[in-house]
């Protein structure tokens, strides 16, 4: 029996195997009330953040792992019980499967003569996780039933709760309120950081209750767990109202379903907030939700217009293309998969519980893949970004959910440089150079405060005025705690270390800021920008070359990391794609350093991060990294920098190895080809890293879902691969593709245009334009492959029509 299978008219995965070596999840959100849940049902809900309002409780790194979750239990009234999640009661039904969809879990499970389906997913416009239980009697026998709905209730600030939740679970109380008919929940710490927001969380159902418990000690019993609670047991919750202790929120139904009859029971798990300081009003807010979610018209309406708004974010581009596997990536998964980066950086899925807030660089690059879908909301983000930027133009390194805590303002010499990224791509996909005047305060020194407010592009001088002021004796941008890769900060502890990457990176930064500046008309900045790019072009290939390849950077003594003198990390992978990103050198170096990449980091699912790895502790005293080799940022296959080799060989024109590149670690081919117990992640969502062939796990895939990997993925397969990347004079349609293909055909929604692009390859080419019309008009060929926007320019709907050949426009 196969674990899964693709559902791509559906856009669903169908999951028929419960058992999984590792949990498969799905997230399911309104943009303020969250939740995950795996195959098996396990998971948690969050209101806001996942460590100050962490609703249900979920164990990560303890047995039985995932759990506990979002659980049913239907028992006979024999006393057997089972679940259509399978878990947590374990009990195997006759048939049985999960579908995820995108913000959408439905489990179905038959067991003797019933059919139960359980759907599950958060109201657009009410704070509320649905779970909407249909059961259907498929024998010939009235079937005598009793349903319940459970979940554990956490103390919401979840640091506190793991400190001294000992203490805090005192400061708490549950009850049934019968003019609602919900077990309720306060939580009533003193500490909360924002007293204000503190939510009453409540737990209820479309039907009237026959009993229900909010004492998780009361309905599991002594020594038990979720698989057999005493309550299920004996048929029946005993109505525990709970002033200190352990809480949770169990409903309990007496069902009578006759044979082919049909019931459905729906439970609502919610929150009103403010209910420490305005309990009143939380109350009504409370009555008025429910009140609503309880009318099955309203219900229908939220579950449509959930499913409306994962349609028009993914209509905004389609594909039809040779490979089905990588289509169904990139049209469907990738974009869900980025939307999770968006909304929850790096900081929750089954393993991290959320602490770490909205990483600084890892936001600005996520919002990449949400630019070209929802440009407003990652304007949004580019203005939160910038109110964290200081006003010499350095950032802070992470910010919290809330301002619960001071952000992390650790100095990293790539966090300020990713901004002109973010800003380019809202800019070109928008073509309103209106952003670049509003204003948004710099950050106080005290981290806290707001400063004077500036424009958005005053934000970005700042940020190339604080790369000028930190530049080492190679006159490369000082490494400072580290660039992009974290732990290189360990060549640069006396702060005298340099950063090949980190110059590459803002080489680009420069090239893009130079082009909206002249775009925009504000020539004044031109030629400083460009002599700034030009000093780092001449600085990096003064003393960036090592013979064969780039070098990573230097440390505090000035020699050289990454060399073919090294005796470990001789090679680093990202200055070889980097050096193409940022078009620093020329085409022969830039192919010879992607040469090595294959020749020497190429492992046949990605490419790892750098080679050989660096001994650790007990080898060595004074190790690089704790990372053993083949582990993490120490020679695993880290799929994020993976992107930027896809797109490097994009940009030379290698259409056959950039898409080797790519569909080595589509999740599903990845997975296929390492075998499902060792890969263990989800077939559907981009992983951070693979570990790398120097450790005996070599293959498994870990730190899935939320992942630089995603966003990046999104960008490189669209933009690089497809070709169809807006630029700020169009829409440039430039595709790198395997010489084997003929054609196909991209949709994208364009400044209000849809584009319908059919590329063909009459010629077997890997790239290059020949020509391209737009219904019927030939682009002039002083812009190909750039459509201009003006031939775009009001209309609804455009054909496109692009010929590759050998005569074709290099790509660059």
């Given at each position: 029996?196969?674990?899964?299978?693709?559902?791509?008219?559906?856009?669903?995965?169908?999951?028929?195997?419960?058992?999984?070596?590792?949990?498969?999840?799905?997230?399911?959100?309104?943009?303020?009330?969250?939740?995950?849940?795996?195959?098996?049902?396990?998971?948690?809900?969050?209101?806001?953040?996942?460590?100050?309002?962490?609703?249900?409780?979920?164990?990560?790194?303890?047995?039985?792992?995932?759990?506990?979750?979002?659980?049913?239990?239907?028992?006979?009234?024999?006393?057997?019980?089972?679940?259509?999640?399978?878990?947590?009661?374990?009990?195997?039904?006759?048939?049985?499967?999960?579908?995820?969809?995108?913000?959408?879990?439905?489990?179905t499970g038959v067991k003797d003569g019933l059919q139960a389906?359980?759907?599950?997913?958060?109201?657009?416009?009410?704070?509320?996780?649905?779970?909407?239980?249909?059961?259907?009697?498929?024998?010939?026998?009235?079937?005598?039933?009793?349903?319940?709905?459970?979940?554990?209730?956490?103390?919401?600030?979840?640091?506190?709760?793991m400190f001294a939740g000992y203490y805090w679970r005192h400061?708490?109380?549950?009850?049934?309120?019968?003019?609602?008919?919900?077990?309720?929940?306060?939580?009533?710490?003193?500490?909360?950081?924002?007293?204000?927001?503190?939510?009453?969380?409540?737990?209820?159902?479309?039907?009237?209750?026959?009993?229900?418990?909010?004492?998780?000690?009361?309905?599991?019993?002594?020594?038990?767990?979720?698989?057999?609670?005493?309550?299920?047991?004996?048929?029946?919750?005993?109505?525990?109202?709970?002033?200190?202790?352990?809480?949770?929120?169990?409903?309990?139904?007496?069902?009578?379903?006759?044979?082919?009859?049909?019931?459905?029971?729906?439970?609502?798990?919610?929150?009103?907030?403010?209910?420490?300081?305005?309990?009143?009003?939380?109350?009504?807010?409370?009555?008025?939700?429910?009140?609503?979610?309880?009318?099955?018209?309203?219900?229908?309406?939220?579950?449509?217009?959930?499913?409306?708004?994962?349609?028009?974010?993914?209509?905004?581009?389609?594909?039809?293309?040779?490979?089905?596997?990588?289509?169904?990536?990139?049209?469907?998964?990738?974009?869900?998969?980025?939307?999770?980066?968006?909304?929850?950086?790096?900081?929750?899925?089954?393993?991290?519980?959320?602490?770490?807030?909205?990483?600084?660089?890892?936001?600005?690059?996520?919002?990449?893949?949400?630019?070209?879908?929802?440009?407003?909301?990652?304007?949004?983000?580019?203005?939160?970004?910038?109110?964290?930027?200081?006003?010499?133009?350095?950032?802070?390194?992470?910010?919290?959910?809330?301002?619960?805590?001071?952000?992390?303002?650790?100095?990293?010499?790539?966090?300020?440089?990713?901004?002109?990224?973010?800003?380019?791509?809202?800019?070109?996909?928008?073509?309103?150079?209106?952003?670049?005047?509003?204003?948004?305060?710099?950050?106080?020194?005290?981290?806290?405060?707001?400063?004077?407010?500036?424009?958005?592009?005053?934000?970005?001088?700042?940020?190339?005025?604080?790369?000028?002021?930190?530049?080492?004796?190679?006159?490369?941008?000082?490494?400072?705690?580290?660039?992009?890769?974290?732990?290189?900060?360990?060549?640069?502890?006396?702060?005298?270390?340099?950063?090949?990457?980190?110059?590459?990176?803002?080489?680009m930064s420069l090239r893009l800021l130079v082009e909206i500046?002249?775009?925009?008309?504000?020539?004044?900045?031109?030629?400083?920008?460009?002599?700034?790019?030009?000093?780092?072009?001449?600085?990096?290939?003064?003393?960036?070359?090592?013979?064969?390849?780039?070098?990573?950077?230097?440390?505090?003594?000035?020699?050289?990391?990454?060399?073919?003198?090294?005796?470990?990390?001789?090679?680093?992978?990202?200055?070889?794609?980097?050096?193409?990103?940022?078009?620093?050198?020329?085409?022969?170096?830039?192919?010879?350093?992607?040469?090595?990449?294959?020749?020497?980091?190429?492992?046949?699912?990605?490419?790892?991060?750098?080679?050989?790895?660096?001994?650790?502790?007990?080898?060595?005293?004074?190790?690089?990294?704790?990372?053993?080799?083949?582990?993490?940022?120490?020679?695993?296959?880290?799929?994020?920098?993976?992107?930027?080799?896809?797109?490097?060989?994009?940009?030379?024109?290698?259409?056959?190895?950039?898409?080797?590149?790519?569909?080595?670690?589509?999740?599903?081919?990845?997975?296929?080809?390492?075998?499902?117990?060792?890969?263990?992640?989800?077939?559907?969502?981009?992983?951070?890293?693979?570990?790398?062939?120097?450790?005996?796990?070599?293959?498994?895939?870990?730190?899935?879902?939320?992942?630089?990997?995603?966003?990046?993925?999104?960008?490189?397969?669209?933009?690089?691969?497809?070709?169809?990347?807006?630029?700020?004079?169009?829409?440039?349609?430039?595709?790198?593709?395997?010489?084997?293909?003929?054609?196909?055909?991209?949709?994208?929604?364009?400044?209000?245009?849809?584009?319908?692009?059919?590329?063909?390859?009459?010629?077997?080419?890997?790239?290059?334009?020949?020509?391209?019309?737009?219904?019927?008009?030939?682009?002039?060929?002083?812009?190909?492959?750039?459509?201009?926007?003006?031939?775009?320019?009001?209309?609804?709907?455009?054909?496109?029509?692009?010929?590759?050949?050998?005569?074709?426009?290099?790509?660059?």
């Open positions: 029996m196969n674990a899964y299978r693709f559902d791509d008219s559906g856009r669903a995965i169908h999951i028929e195997k419960f058992d999984l070596p590792a949990p498969w999840i799905n997230y399911l959100s309104n943009g303020r009330l969250h939740a995950f849940v795996s195959q098996a049902g396990g998971g948690f809900a969050w209101w806001k953040d996942p460590v100050n309002y962490r609703i249900s409780r979920y164990r990560m790194h303890h047995l039985p792992i995932d759990s506990p979750g979002f659980y049913t239990y239907i028992r006979r009234k024999d006393g057997s019980a089972w679940s259509p999640s399978v878990r947590p009661c374990g009990v195997a039904p006759d048939q049985w499967r999960a579908v995820h969809q995108p913000g959408k879990t439905i489990f389906t359980l759907t599950l997913f958060v109201a657009p416009d009410y704070d509320a996780l649905v779970w909407k239980l249909d059961l259907k009697n498929l024998g010939r026998e009235t079937a005598r039933l009793d349903v319940f709905a459970y979940v554990e209730l956490s103390q919401l600030v979840w640091r506190q709760e400061m708490l109380k549950t009850w049934h309120d019968q003019a609602a008919d919900a077990v309720l929940y306060l939580h009533h710490f003193q500490y909360h950081p924002d007293k204000e927001s503190v939510p009453l969380v409540y737990f209820a159902s479309d039907t009237p209750l026959s009993s229900w418990s909010g004492s998780r000690d009361a309905f599991m019993g002594p020594y038990r767990d979720e698989s057999n609670p005493a309550a299920v047991e004996r048929g029946s919750c005993g109505n525990e109202s709970l002033s200190t202790g352990e809480p949770c929120a169990a409903l309990h139904h007496d069902v009578c379903i006759g044979a082919g009859e049909e019931k459905r029971f729906t439970f609502f798990l919610g929150v009103a907030p403010g209910a420490l300081l305005e309990f009143g009003a939380a109350k009504e807010k409370l009555a008025a939700d429910l009140e609503q979610l309880r009318d099955p018209l309203v219900l229908e309406q939220q579950e449509r217009k959930l499913e409306d708004w994962w349609r028009n974010h993914l209509n905004v581009l389609d594909c039809d293309l040779p490979d089905k596997d990588a289509e169904r990536q990139i049209k469907l998964w990738s974009p869900v998969n980025s939307v999770h980066t968006a909304r929850y950086s790096r900081s929750v899925n089954t393993h991290a519980p959320g602490v770490r807030g909205f990483g600084f660089r890892d936001s600005c690059q996520d919002m990449l893949a949400i630019a070209y879908r929802k440009p407003e909301w990652a304007a949004e983000m580019l203005e939160f970004l910038l109110s964290h930027q200081y006003a010499d133009g350095r950032t802070v390194h992470s910010i919290p959910f809330i301002n619960d805590r001071l952000p992390d303002d650790s100095l990293h010499s790539d966090n300020h440089l990713w901004l002109p990224l973010l800003l380019y791509a809202i800019l070109a996909e928008t073509g309103d150079a209106g952003l670049l005047d509003r204003e948004v305060p710099f950050l106080a020194e005290d981290s806290i405060s707001p400063a004077a407010a500036r424009t958005v592009w005053e934000h970005m001088l700042a940020a190339v005025s604080f790369t000028e002021a930190h530049l080492g004796a190679h006159r490369l941008p000082l490494t400072l705690k580290g660039d992009w890769n974290d732990i290189i900060g360990k060549f640069s502890q006396r702060g005298l270390g340099e950063s090949v990457f980190a110059g590459q990176q803002y080489v500046a002249q775009s925009a008309g504000r020539k004044q900045e031109v030629q400083w920008l460009l002599d700034c790019l030009h000093r780092q072009e001449e600085a990096i290939l003064a003393c960036a070359w090592d013979g064969d390849w780039w070098l990573r950077g230097f440390d505090d003594d000035g020699i050289p990391v990454g060399s073919r003198e090294s005796e470990f990390g001789r090679l680093f992978l990202n200055p070889q794609s980097w050096a193409v990103l940022s078009g620093v050198g020329d085409k022969e170096r830039q192919r010879q350093g992607m040469n090595a990449v294959r020749e020497h980091l190429a492992v046949g699912v990605g490419v790892k991060k750098l080679m050989p790895g660096f001994a650790t502790w007990p080898k060595v005293s004074d190790p690089f990294t704790g990372y053993g080799p083949g582990c993490g940022e120490n020679g695993a296959v880290f799929c994020h920098s993976n992107t930027w080799v896809i797109m490097a060989e994009a940009l030379l024109g290698n259409g056959t190895g950039a898409w080797d590149y790519f569909t080595q670690l589509v999740p599903h081919a990845a997975l296929q080809k390492i075998g499902l117990e060792r890969y263990q992640a989800e077939p559907y969502a981009w992983v951070s890293n693979i570990v790398g062939p120097e450790n005996d796990r070599f293959g498994w895939a870990n730190v899935s879902q939320i992942s630089g990997t995603a966003a990046w993925m999104d960008v490189v397969a669209t933009q690089y691969l497809l070709g169809v990347r807006p630029v700020l004079a169009g829409l440039r349609i430039d595709p790198c593709i395997p010489n084997a293909w003929k054609s196909f055909t991209v949709k994208r929604l364009f400044r209000n245009c849809t584009a319908s692009i059919l590329v063909e390859n009459p010629h077997g080419a890997e790239s290059g334009v020949e020509s391209i019309t737009v219904d019927g008009v030939g682009v002039p060929a002083d812009s190909l492959p750039v459509v201009p926007a003006s031939m775009l320019a009001g209309k609804s709907a455009a054909s496109i029509l692009v010929k590759l050949g050998a005569a074709g426009v290099p790509t660059d």
